[in-house]
């Protein structure tokens, strides 16, 4: 038996448990990271290369300014909620569901009226909806 020190081999820390933690979180944050491109997108609307469509029938119109603000048929809404919108649309419209709708919004105007309006026209059974846009200058 020997009692006498061990023979001692290269002694230090095992760090390959801890360099694989490290690669394995490094790899989990390439994963969940989300990319924000939005911001570089330059978006001009509403533009469109298409010529207007020419009707036979007289449209119901729904002018929607910058600010939000809903005009039927010329006439401004006393404020920008879908239920008045939809009562100045059936007012307009007498029931002629077949009655085409143009949506004529600002391109400042927020997203959310032009949604709005769409989703008045719908509730309200007006299927032959349209938006009006300005002709592509080059």
Known sequence: MNFGK???EAS???ITSLIDVVFILLI?????TTFQREADLA???P??????????????????NAHGQFYVGGQEL???QIETLMRALQKVAVGQKDKPLVIRADARTPHQYV???MDA???LGLVRLSIATTQFQE
């Open 6 to 8: 061990p023979k001692s």
């Open 12 to 14: 230090g820390i095992d």
């Open 28 to 32: 989990f944050f390439m994963v969940t």
């Open 43 to 45: 978006v001009s609307l």
């Open 47 to 64: 533009q469109a290369s298409q010529e207007p469509e020419v009707s036979k029938d007289m449209p119901l119109e729904i002018v929607i």
């Open 78 to 80: 006393v404020n920008n």
């Open 115 to 117: 949604v709005t309006a």
């Open 121 to 123: 026209a719908a509730q």
